[in-house]
């Protein structure tokens, strides 16, 4: 009876776990794109309103958050749901990293045009950008290792430990979203909610 | 002294290009328009403001809007402000004035002369356009109601309509939405009280029927659809010095040199175009020759 009330989870993501592995791994890259092309299309369509360049620039930015919170999601999706994605984990991985990277040339090109004294003092003196340029650096590192040559390299444990820099870069990335918003905003903090609610569930072994 | 600029959206901007799309003053013909607007106007003693090359669009000024009071994207108060009613409309007076009351609105315009102004707007968020106005000086309205000596400070307060304006629903901010001039701010003849733009009524997005510019101080100060101005002796509270102190000061006056916790002021983006170019903020937004003697005395970074 029990089963009819509560059904085993592994039970509902079994047919979904065996056609997404049938999904390659590329194709997630391509889908994983997308986004990207989307606003490239809006971009050339005159679609992103009188300041393209600052809706480039959020866009981005959020989308490199979700993606970020996606691969987050991974290890409690096996965990708690059985849903198996971790074949596609390093594919979301390098997308979030390139909607950030992405994020932060907009910014420095097109937003703030190469004015370096500025970049600097923006650094230095105003909390999100010095927390979104943290949580930047803490992901380089990952992007760079995220092939199997460095996992060789590093070593299977030393390379799970570095990429645990996701657990402090992904947080500060929410926060520097709610930063960037004026007042309280209530989007920025169900993503930053949402991001703890991920982390708090790895403590559960 | 009466306030007559001579400068004209019509000086700078083709009818029949503003309705389209934004125009870019330049070649012979754009030329000429500017040496008018430089030239002439500075002869008078009158406005001119260094960098105003281009007028904005009317796509530009009616889709890209802070009104929080119809929601916090910014194309949200295009999308959703028509919901508005600003017919009728009345304007409370009341404080230190002699003769307080209910202004109707038809009642103040009949009262006051109507005139273009091409202002800058510099918003707190360091991006700026170039706006064609109509409207009347601040003062007009308030010689009217009387100031009694005793009155330091000017306090404006929007509408509060939550069934019209949806964004009022959520506390991002403690409605209603309140600003504040000292007095002599309020009396400077660059202080208007818009009542339209390119020469139509003002679109509701952009603060109908009648809103506040002050051109020398960050956009946040020119507050929206007024129903509500008070005479005081005390300095009133406004709404984003009261949401974040460290943040607004109460007289945000445009300033390169104070950095806002957020966002740098050293340089702003000029919306319009396909992307928008990055140009130096000018102390007061270049309108120091008329307001720089208001704060002689004041150090701006700390009163900023």
Same mark, same amino acid.
């Given at each position: 009876m029990q089963q009819v009330f509560a059904p085993n989870m592994q039970q509902i993501f079994m047919p979904l776990n065996s056609a997404t592995r049938r999904l390659p791994v590329w194709a997630v890259y391509l889908l994983g794109v997308l986004p990207f092309v989307w606003l490239v299309v809006q971009l050339f369509t005159g679609q992103l309103g009188v300041d393209p360049v600052k809706a480039i620039e959020h866009a981005l930015g959020l989308y490199g958050l979700y993606f970020l919170v996606g691969g987050l $999601?991974?290890? *409690?999706?096996?965990? /708690?749901?059985?849903?198996?994605?971790? %074949?596609?984990?390093? $594919?979301?991985?390098?997308?979030? /990293?390139?909607?950030?990277?992405?994020?932060? $040339?907009?910014?420095?090109?097109? =937003?703030?045009?190469?004015?370096?004294?500025?970049?600097?003092? =923006?650094?230095? %003196?105003? *909390?999100?950008?010095?927390?979104?340029?943290?949580? /930047?650096? $803490?992901?380089? *590192?990952?992007?760079?290792?995220?092939?199997?040559?460095?996992v060789r390299k590093l070593g299977s444990q030393a390379w799970r430990n570095l990429h645990k820099l996701t657990y402090v870069a992904v947080p500060l990335g929410a926060v520097h979203y709610i930063m960037i918003v004026k007042g309280w905003q209530i989007e920025p903090l169900l993503w930053l909610g949402a991001i703890l609610v991920l982390l708090f569930l790895r403590r559960f072994r | 002294m009466r306030f007559k600029p001579d400068l004209k959206w019509s000086d700078v901007t083709p009818k029949a290009d503003f309705l389209n799309r934004r125009q870019l003053i330049k070649g012979a013909a754009g030329a000429l328009a500017l040496g008018g607007i430089g030239g002439a106007a500075h002869a008078k003693g009158q406005y001119a403001v260094e960098g105003i090359d281009e007028v904005n669009s009317l796509e530009d000024i009616t889709s890209y809007n802070n009104f929080y009071e119809f929601g916090t994207g910014k194309g949200d108060p295009a999308q959703y402000a028509h919901a508005l009613t600003t017919d009728p409309w009345t304007v409370k007076i009341d404080g230190l004035v002699d003769n307080p009351g209910d202004y109707d609105l038809a009642d103040i315009l009949a009262n006051v002369d109507i005139e273009e102004r091409i202002y800058r707007f510099r918003c707190v968020e360091a991006w700026s356009m170039v706006i064609p106005w109509n409207g009347f000086e601040l003062r007009q309205l308030l010689e009217r109601a009387g100031v009694q000596s005793s009155a330091k400070y000017v306090a404006f307060e929007t509408l509060v309509r939550p069934e019209e304006m949806h964004g009022q629903r959520s506390p991002i901010l403690d409605w209603p939405y309140r600003e504040g001039l000292r007095l002599d701010e309020a009396m400077n003849p660059l202080t208007l009280m818009a009542t339209g733009l390119y020469g139509e009524d003002l679109p509701n997005q952009n603060g109908a029927p009648l809103r506040l510019v002050v051109p020398w101080k960050y956009g946040f100060k020119s507050i929206k659809s007024i129903v509500r101005i008070t005479l005081t002796d005390t300095q009133p509270e406004t709404s984003w010095n009261m949401q974040n102190p460290r943040e607004y000061g109460f007289y945000s006056n445009v300033n390169p040199e104070v950095s806002h916790p957020r966002w740098s002021q050293a340089s702003e983006r000029k919306i319009g175009g396909f992307f928008a170019s990055r140009q130096d903020t000018l102390m007061f937004n270049g309108y120091g020759e008329y307001v720089a003697d208001m704060y002689a005395d004041m150090d701006l970074s700390a009163e900023f």
């Open positions: $999601a991974i290890t *409690p999706a096996r965990k /708690f749901l059985g849903l198996n994605l971790i %074949k596609y984990r390093r $594919a979301i991985g390098v997308l979030s /990293f390139f909607y950030v990277a992405t994020h932060l $040339a907009v910014w420095l090109v097109l =937003d703030i045009q190469l004015r370096w004294g500025e970049i600097w003092d =923006d650094i230095l %003196k105003r *909390p999100y950008i010095t927390i979104g340029m943290l949580s /930047f650096l $803490a992901l380089l *590192p990952l992007a760079l290792t995220s092939n199997n040559a460095s | -």
